[in-house]
C-alpha cells in the first residue's frame, strides 16, 4: 500500500438535521488523476473541504491519512504546508492585484516584513512557465480571461510545492480549447509524480484522463471504477451516480392539468458583466393550470438566471422575448409588474436574496403585499398579525412566535416564510428556485405537500433543481437546460434519471420528444 | 409603540410580558435611563439651573434644529446610508434666506415656502447620485458637504447678513399666542397639555380595544395605567414649566407634530416598513417588488426638506445667516441616531431612540455649558458617550448572540 498517497476512512460530516457524508472511504494512489463524480449534493465538495480542512479536525468522524501519516487538520494553512491544496469553482484570486501579487499572498516572498519584488517577480516567471501562461507577471487578474486565471491558481498552487492538487470543477466555466490545455497540464503534472483529485460534471474529460473514478452518491461511497484496466462508458458512470432506486420520498398528487397560463417565447438574457455571454438563448417554455413545471440542469445551466430575467428583469441585460398569461401579452418589465401579472420569484439563496433576517417573521411575511394589510398606507397591525398566524399554521412554521426574527429559524422554516410570503402575494405562477436546498429530509417532504397542494389549487408551478430524483418525483413535465438553452422537454411519465442525465451530461445533441 | 402587542400563542402571564417588553427594548430603556441620569446629575450640580422654565425653554430652542434632522437622518441611516452634508445644507439654506429677504425684501412667507423648496431640490441633487448612479452616500454627501458650504461663503460673500423681519424671528423665538393674559401664568399652554393627554389616553385606549378585537392579549391594565399616567405626568409636568415662563414655544409646537408624524411613518405606514426592509436586505426588498431606488431617492429629498427647515429655524434664531452656521452639526445629528441605538448598517433604528440620543447630547452640551466646561472637553464626553452606547449594543448583541 506504499503507492497510496491519501487515504480518508469512514468520513462522516453531519450538518443540523442533515448527513452530508455517511461512512466515506476514498484514497488516492501515488501519481495518479482520481475522478471524484456524483449528483450535485452527492458530497463531492463537502468531502473535499473536510480535507482541506476547511472542516477542521473534530467537526467530522474518521480519519485521514497522508503519505501514510494520520492528519489532524485544523485549518487549510496546515494541509497546504504538507502540499495538499485545492483550487475552488469559484477562483480566489483578488482582482486588482498583479499576477505576482496575488502568486504569493500570504506567502510572501519577504525578508523582516520587506517584500523582495525582483525575487518573487522572478519566481512567478518560472511558475507561470511551469504551466504555460506567457504574460507578463506585473498584469491585473482582472485583464485575464477565466482559463487564464484557472493557470494562475494552478501555478499559485506549484509555488506551495504540491503534492495533492485538488480542483472543484475546474472546466466548469472554461471553453473547450482552454479545458483541452488545463487537462493536458494535468497529465504533465502526472508525469512529474504530482497526483491530481479531479471533480468534474463532464464525463468527456473524465473519461479522457483520469485513471480512477470513485462515484459519490448521497453522502456514500458507490464504488471505485479502475479506468486504466476497462474502458468505462459514460452510460456506466451516470447509471453509478444516480442508482437504482427512487424510494418514497415523494407526496402522492393527482394532477388536474388545464389551459397554458403562462409562457415566455424566445426569451434571451445576457451575462450584466460579461456583455458577449449569453445566460439564456432563445428559451421557450411554458406552464399550464394545475401543472408542476421541473426545470433541470448543473449549477452553471442557466436556470436561475432564467428565472430571474423573467421575474421583472432581475437579472440580466439586453432581456429579449415575449411573455404570455392566459394567452395574453404581458409587460414583466420590472419587479412590480411582474408581482401585479401573478408571478412570484422564491429564490435559491433565500438568506442572501428571500429574507430581511434581521426582521420579525411577520414583517417577512407580509412585504411583497403589504396594500393587503394596510388602508390608505397605513398598515394594519392586528391584521397583519391575524393573516401572518394563519400561514404560520399552514405551512407549519416553527416558531416561538410570530415576531421572533427570521434570523433564529431553521433552514427548512426560512424557506416557509419565503414560501408564506410569495403566497400571500397570491400568485397564478410561481417559480421556485431550489425550494429544498440545505433542509432536512422531513421539511422537505413538507415543501413538497404545499408545491402539491398549489398545484390542486390551480396555480402553475416551476420547479428549479438539481437534484434529480426530486424533480422526477413531484414533476408533470421537465425542462432540461444547458448552457442557457433548452436541450429537452419531456413528460415525467417518460423521463427517467438516466434520460435526463443523459440530456444534461451528453455533448451531442439528443432527439427531443 | 408596536411592542405592546404580545404574541397570544407564547407569552402569558403579567410579569412575562412585562420581562419580555424590557428585554425586547433594553437598549431604548437603557438610554433613557442614561438620559434621566445625565439630567439629575445636571440638576444637582448646576444647583437647579437645569429644571428652570427659562433653561428648559433654551433647551428646546438650543437642540430644535439637531432633533429636526435626527428625523430624517435616521431614515437615511435606517436606509444603510449617511449624509454627511446636512450642516452645509443648513448653512446654504440660512443664506438663502437671508440673501432673498435683507438683499431683495422678498417676503418672509414666500422665502419659506422657496428655501423647502431648494432644500428639496438639495436632496433630490443627492438623492439621484446615491440611488440610480450608485455612488457611496459617504462620498457623495461628502462632496455636498464642501459644495454647499463654498455656495454659502459665495452667497453671503463672506459676511453676515441680517437682520430678519420680526415674523420671521418668531419662527425659532415666539411662543403661542395666550388667550386668557392670566399674569404670569401661560394659561392656553396648560390646556393644550390637557387636550393633549385626553387625545394620547383616547388613543391608546382605541388601540387596545383594537387589539382585543382580533383576539390578542394585551399588556396588563395596570401597566396600562401606569403607563398612561407616567406619560400624562410628563405631558402635563412640561405644560407647567413652559406655562410658568412664556408657554410654548413655536418650535416646540414644530417639534411635536415632527416627531409625531416621523414616529407614525416609521412605525406604522407602509413606506416605513419598506425603508426598514430595504435597510435589513436590499436585495430581498427589491425582490419583493419594493422600488428600492425611488424609495432612497425620495428618503433623501425627505431629509434635504427637514435640513432646509433646521437651516431656516438657525437662521431665525440668530437672527442673522452667516458664514459657518451649521459647521458640524452633521455630526451631533448622526451622534444622537447611533446614540438611539440605529445600526450603522441599516435595517435598525427607531425614532424614539434618535430623539433621545439629541436630548442626551443636548442636555451634556446645555449642562456642561452651565458648569462652565470648556469647548475642548465638551467634545472629548460626547465623543466618549457616543462610543459607551455603541459600545452597549455590541456588547447586548454578543451575548444575546
Known amino acids: 500500500m506504499s503507492d497510496v498517497i491519501l487515504e480518508m476512512r469512514n468520513i462522516t460530516k453531519t450538518f443540523p438535521g442533515v448527513k452530508a457524508l455517511d461512512n466515506v472511504t476514498f484514497s488516492v494512489k501515488q501519481g495518479e488523476i482520481h475522478a471524484l463524480v456524483g449528483e450535485n449534493g452527492a458530497g463531492k465538495s463537502t468531502l473535499m473541504k473536510v480535507l482541506s480542512g476547511v472542516y477542521p479536525y473534530g467537526s467530522y468522524e474518521g480519519e485521514i491519512y497522508f503519505e501514510g501519516k494520520e492528519c489532524r487538520f485544523q485549518d487549510i494553512h496546515h494541509s497546504e504546508e504538507l502540499g495538499l491544496v485545492i483550487i475552488h469553482q469559484e477562483l480566489a484570486l483578488i482582482p486588482f492585484l498583479s499576477i505576482t501579487e496575488n502568486m504569493f499572498l500570504g506567502n510572501e516572498q519577504a525578508t523582516n516584513g520587506v517584500i523582495d519584488w525582483n525575487e518573487a517577480i522572478s519566481k512567478t516567471k ?10 507578463s507577471p506585473n498584469t491585473l487578474i482582472t485583464n485575464m480571461g477565466v482559463g487564464k486565471q484557472q493557470l494562475v491558481e494552478i501555478a499559485k498552487a506549484l509555488a506551495k510545492k504540491v503534492k495533492l492538487l485538488i480542483l472543484d470543477e475546474p472546466t466548469a466555466s472554461l471553453n473547450d480549447n482552454d479545458s483541452e490545455k488545463l487537462l493536458e497540464l494535468l497529465l504533465q503534472f502526472k508525469s512529474h509524480g504530482i497526483s491530481s483529485i479531479l471533480i468534474s460534471h463532464k464525463l468527456g474529460e473524465v473519461k479522457k484522463v483520469a485513471d480512477s473514478i470513485t462515484i459519490l452518491r448521497d453522502g456514500a461511497t458507490i464504488e471505485t471504477l479502475d479506468a486504466r484496466k476497462e474502458n468505462i462508458s459514460e452510460n456506466r458512470i451516470i447509471r453509478g451516480m444516480v442508482g437504482r432506486d427512487i424510494t418514497h420520498r415523494f407526496p402522492p398528487r393527482e394532477s388536474k392539468i388545464g389551459e397554458v397560463i403562462f409562457e415566455v417565447r424566445d426569451w434571451n438574457a445576457y451575462h450584466p458583466l460579461h456583455a458577449d455571454r449569453k445566460v439564456s438563448n432563445n428559451v421557450n417554455i411554458n406552464v399550464r393550470k394545475g401543472e408542476v413545471v421541473g426545470i433541470a440542469g448543473l449549477m452553471g445551466a442557466g436556470r436561475t438566471e432564467l428565472a430571474m430575467s423573467i421575474f421583472g428583469r432581475s437579472y440580466g441585460i439586453r432581456i429579449s422575448g415575449t411573455a404570455y398569461r392566459y394567452g395574453k401579452e404581458v409587460d414583466i418589465s420590472t419587479i412590480d409588474k411582474a408581482i401585479s401579472n401573478g408571478i412570484a420569484y422564491a429564490t435559491e439563496d433565500r438568506k442572501a436574496y428571500g429574507l430581511v433576517l434581521i426582521q420579525e417573521i411577520k414583517s417577512n411575511i407580509t412585504l411583497a403585499n403589504l396594500e393587503e394589510i394596510s388602508d390608505g398606507g397605513v398598515i394594519n397591525e392586528p391584521k397583519e398579525l391575524t393573516v401572518t398566524r394563519e400561514y404560520r399554521d399552514k405551512l407549519n412554521i416553527k416558531c416561538s412566535s410570530i415576531r421572533q426574527l427570521a434570523l433564529n429559524l431553521s433552514g427548512g422554516n426560512q424557506q416557509k416564510v419565503v414560501l408564506s410570503k410569495w403566497l400571500f402575494a397570491n400568485p397564478d405562477i410561481l417559480i421556485l ?13 413538507e415543501i413538497y405537500t404545499i408545491i402539491n397542494r398549489l398545484a390542486s389549487e390551480g396555480k402553475g408551478i416551476i420547479f428549479i433543481s438539481s437534484e ?46 | 409603540m408596536s411592542a405592546m402587542t404580545t404574541d397570544t400563542t407564547t407569552d402569558s402571564g403579567a410579569m412575562k410580558t412585562l420581562t419580555t417588553l424590557f428585554r425586547n427594548n433594553i437598549r431604548e430603556y437603557g438610554m433613557l435611563i442614561a438620559l434621566i441620569a445625565v439630567m439629575v446629575f445636571f440638576q444637582w450640580q448646576t444647583g437647579g439651573i437645569l429644571f428652570r422654565p427659562v433653561n428648559i425653554t433654551n433647551l428646546v430652542l438650543q437642540n430644535s434644529y439637531v432633533i429636526t434632522m435626527a428625523l430624517g437622518m435616521l431614515l437615511i441611516i435606517v436606509s444603510g446610508w449617511i449624509d454627511l452634508s446636512v450642516g452645509s445644507v443648513v448653512a446654504v439654506v440660512g443664506a438663502l434666506a437671508g440673501v432673498l429677504i435683507v438683499r431683495y425684501d422678498v417676503n418672509w412667507v414666500l422665502t419659506l415656502v422657496i428655501c423647502l423648496l431648494v432644500g428639496a431640490a438639495i436632496g433630490a441633487f443627492q438623492g439621484f447620485w446615491v440611488a440610480y448612479v450608485k455612488i457611496p452616500a459617504f462620498i457623495v454627501t461628502l462632496a455636498g458637504m464642501l459644495i454647499f458650504r463654498g455656495l454659502t461663503i459665495a452667497l453671503l460673500a463672506g459676511e453676515s447678513v441680517g437682520p430678519f423681519p420680526v415674523g420671521f424671528q418668531k419662527i425659532s423665538s415666539g411662543f403661542i399666542p395666550d388667550f386668557f393674559n392670566f399674569p404670569g401664568f401661560h394659561l392656553t399652554t396648560i390646556l393644550i397639555g390637557i387636550v393633549l393627554s385626553i387625545v394620547l389616553i383616547f388613543l391608546d385606549l382605541r388601540a387596545r380595544r383594537n387589539q382585543q378585537k382580533y383576539g390578542f392579549e394585551v399588556t396588563p391594565f395596570y401597566f396600562f395605567v401606569a403607563k398612561n399616567i407616567l406619560i400624562t405626568g410628563a405631558v402635563m409636568g412640561l405644560c407647567y414649566l413652559m406655562a410658568s415662563y412664556k408657554g410654548l414655544p413655536n418650535v416646540l409646537v414644530l417639534l411635536f407634530v415632527l416627531i409625531t408624524g416621523f414616529a407614525f411613518i416609521t412605525s406604522q405606514s407602509v413606506v416605513g416598513r419598506r425603508i426598514y426592509a430595504m435597510g435589513g436586505n436590499e436585495k430581498a426588498a427589491k425582490l419583493s417588488g419594493v422600488n428600492t431606488s425611488r424609495l432612497l431617492f425620495y428618503t433623501f429629498v425627505n431629509m434635504g426638506v427637514l435640513a432646509a427647515l433646521a437651516g431656516i429655524i438657525v437662521a431665525a434664531r440668530l437672527n442673522s ?32 431612540g434618535a430623539l433621545v440620543g439629541a436630548f442626551l447630547i443636548g442636555v451634556l452640551n446645555n449642562g456642561m455649558s452651565i458648569l462652565g466646561v470648556g469647548i475642548d472637553w465638551q467634545k472629548v464626553v460626547k465623543g466618549l458617550v457616543l462610543l459607551a452606547a455603541v459600545f452597549f449594543d455590541v456588547y447586548n448583541k454578543n451575548k444575546s448572540a
Not at chain 1, 126 to 135: A, F, N, P, T
Not at chain 1, 474 to 479: A, K, L, P, T, V
Not at chain 2, 339 to 345: C, V, Y
Open chain 1, 126 to 135: 518560472e511558475l507561470l512557465d511551469r504551466v504555460g501562461l506567457h504574460e
Open chain 2, 321 to 352: 445667516s452667516t458664514p459657518n452656521a451649521g459647521d458640524g452639526m452633521e455630526l451631533d445629528v448622526i451622534a444622537a441616531c447611533f446614540i438611539g441605538g440605529a445600526s450603522a448598517s441599516g435595517g435598525i433604528g427607531t425614532v424614539i
Open chain 1, 468 to 513: 434529480l430524483p426530486e424533480i422526477l418525483g413531484i414533476c408533470d413535465r421537465i425542462y432540461v437546460m444547458r448552457d442557457g438553452k433548452i436541450v429537452g422537454e419531456m413528460p415525467a411519465s417518460e423521463a427517467s434519471q438516466e434520460i435526463v442525465m443523459n440530456h444534461i451530461m451528453l455533448e451531442e445533441e439528443v432527439v427531443e420528444p
Open chain 1, 433 to 445: 428556485d431550489e425550494p429544498t436546498r440545505g433542509i432536512d429530509v422531513g421539511a422537505k417532504y
